[in-house]
Nanobody, 123 residues
Framework: VQLQASGGGLVQAGGSLRLSCAAS????????MGWFRQAPGKEREFVAG????????DYADSVKGRFTISGDNAKNTVYLQMNSLKPEDTAVYYC?????????????????WGQGTQVTVSS
C-alpha cells in the first residue's frame, strides 16, 4: 500500500485542520491505520489509530477530546480532524498502515508510511 498525507499548514492556536491520508494499492480496510507526529528534537509519537473495521479508535492522552480519526472506505482515505490546536501540536504528521491484530501505539508495528505533512500552530 502507498500512503499520501496532505492537509497540513499554518494555523493559529485554537484553530482547526483536517489531515488526509490517501491510500492506493490496497484498501484501508486491510490495515489498522495510525497517525504519528514528530516535533523537532523529539521522537516520533503516536497520535491516533483506527482499526480495520473502523469501529475501534485510540488516541494519545494529549489529543483526546480535540482530535478525531476516521476512515472513508469509498475514498480509501483516513482523516485526522484536529480542533483546538495548541502550539505544542506543531510537528510533522505521518500516516501509517499496519497488519497487527489491534491498534498499535508504537511505530514499529506499522510497515507502511506516508511522507509526512507539516503542521505549525502559532501562539
Amino acid at each position: 500500500v502507498q500512503l499520501q498525507a496532505s492537509g497540513g499548514g499554518l494555523v493559529q492556536a485554537g484553530g482547526s485542520l483536517r489531515l488526509s491520508c490517501a491510500a492506493s494499492g490496497r484498501t484501508i480496510s486491510s490495515y489498522n491505520m495510525g497517525w504519528f507526529r514528530q516535533a523537532p528534537g523529539k521522537e516520533r509519537e503516536f497520535v491516533a489509530g483506527i482499526s480495520r473495521s473502523g469501529i475501534s479508535t485510540d488516541y494519545a492522552d494529549s489529543v483526546k477530546g480535540r482530535f478525531t480519526i476516521s476512515g472513508d472506505n469509498a475514498k480509501n482515505t483516513v482523516y485526522l480532524q484536529m480542533n483546538s490546536l495548541k502550539p505544542e501540536d506543531t510537528a510533522v504528521y505521518y500516516c501509517a498502515a499496519g497488519s497487527q491484530i489491534r491498534i498499535a501505539t508504537t511505530d514499529a508495528w506499522y510497515a507502511y508510511w506516508g511522507q509526512g505533512t507539516q503542521v505549525t500552530v502559532s501562539s
